[in-house]
């Protein structure tokens, strides 16, 4: 079992930038980043593999950056360039499997999440 505990979340309005912070309990291969906006489905964000190779969705490629710190078995997710379309509850998950991917079954833990708003 890999605990997750998210931080940074909050407000900021259109052109700001928040730095999210994920805490793991343990190590994983994969770890990624999720966000979900009221009634709709969850969306995968970015990942990250144990090699550092990372993937973004789309919408955010060139605004967000994920890293990792393994000696401190912690998770980042810098956003710069916020939308107000970037609101959403942001979720850290975990992947035991050799595998990652920006869909919600390569992933075994999930964090309780932290919220984004941004204005415009």
């Known amino acids: 079992q890999v605990r997750l505990v998210e931080s940074g979340g909050g407000s900021v309005q259109t052109g700001g930038s928040l730095r999210l912070s994920c805490a793991a309990s343990?190590?994983?291969?994969?770890m990624g980043w999720f966000r979900q906006a009221p009634g709709q489905e969850r969306e995968g964000v970015a990942y990250?593999?144990?090699?550092?190779?990372?993937r973004y969705t789309d919408s955010v490629k060139g605004r967000f950056a994920i890293s990792q710190d393994n000696a401190k078995n912690t998770l980042y997710l810098q956003m710069n360039s916020l939308k107000p379309e970037d609101t959403a509850m942001y979720y850290c998950?975990?992947?035991?499997?050799?595998?990652?991917?920006?869909?919600?079954?390569?992933?075994?833990?999930w964090g309780q999440g932290t919220q984004v708003a941004v204005s415009s």
């Open positions: 990250i593999t144990d090699r550092n190779t990372t």
């Open positions: 998950a975990a992947g035991r499997n050799l595998a990652c991917g920006l869909d919600i079954r390569w992933y075994d833990f």
């Open positions: 343990g190590y994983t291969w994969c």
